[in-house]
T-cell receptor
Framework: AQRVTQPEKLLSVFKGAPVELKCNYS??????LFWYVQYSRQRLQLLLR??SRESIKGFTADLNKGETSFHLKKPFAQEEDSAMYYCALRNTGGFKTIFGAGTRLFVKA | NAGVTQTPKFRILKIGQSMTLQCTQD?????MYWYRQDPGMGLKLIYY???????DKGEVPNGYNVSRSTTEDFPLRLELAAPSQTSVYFC????????????FGDGTRLSIL
């Protein structure tokens, strides 16, 4: 069965420190993977996709098929990065997207 | 460009009442979804639709119904509200191309007392 696991419910770091939000998935095929973010009082929105291999707001995520992980990283956290982050998986060409439980990132001044 | 619009934003219901959560999108997306989000949990898929006239159950469909008479609208109906349906409900839509993200509404916070 498809599953997305985000082991940390809350992650607290100081401004300027590196941050890594973990995401592990279980899926036997070729997945489409996404990171979504929800800032305070805003709607859930796409942060980045594995297919794009781009950096958005300083965040990157690498798909590791061997470890079935898609961790989100940023070398220097900023206070405005404080938000709820969700990892999501969809089978290629599929209809349904499976979401992890989310990790709340709190960046302290 | 409004994207995905959900109404109402908040609602309190009594046990046994019924209501419809409205969702409309102006992006001409074929795929639409309803999720619920309980505290500390991820988004659980209730129902989804791949086009007008076509709907299917997600992970947690019991107690809900949907319809899709137009591409734009995808209402979610609760027939007999129960306390277990207290949650935040999100509607989303996306194009049917691969690797495209979902676009979400602001959510509806529903409390059933």
């Amino acid at each position: 069965a498809q599953r997305v696991t985000q082991p940390e419910k809350l992650l607290s770091v100081f401004k300027g420190a590196p941050v890594e939000l973990k995401c592990n998935y279980s899926y036997s095929g070729s997945p489409e993977l996404f990171w979504y973010v929800q800032y305070s009082r805003q709607r859930l929105q796409l942060l980045l996709r594995h297919i794009s291999r781009e950096s958005i707001k300083g965040f990157t995520a690498d798909l590791n098929k061997g470890e079935t992980s898609f961790h989100l990283k940023k070398p220097f956290a900023q206070e405005e990065d404080s938000a709820m982050y969700y990892c999501a998986l969809r089978n290629t060409g599929g209809f349904k997207t499976i979401f992890g439980a989310g990790t709340r990132l709190f960046v302290k001044a | 460009n409004a994207g995905v619009t959900q109404t109402p934003k908040f609602r309190i219901l009594k046990i046994g009442q019924s209501m419809t959560l409205q969702c409309t999108q102006d992006m001409n997306h074929n795929y639409m979804y309803w999720y619920r989000q309980d505290p500390g949990m991820g988004l659980k898929l209730i129902y989804y639709s791949v086009g007008a006239g076509i709907t299917d159950k997600g992970e947690v469909p019991n107690g809900y119904n949907v319809s899709r008479s137009t591409t734009e609208d995808f209402p979610l109906r609760l027939e007999l509200a129960a306390p277990s349906q207290t949650s935040v409900y999100f509607c989303a839509s996306r194009t049917d191309l691969s690797n495209q993200p979902q676009h979400f509404g602001d959510g509806t916070r529903l409390s059933i007392l």
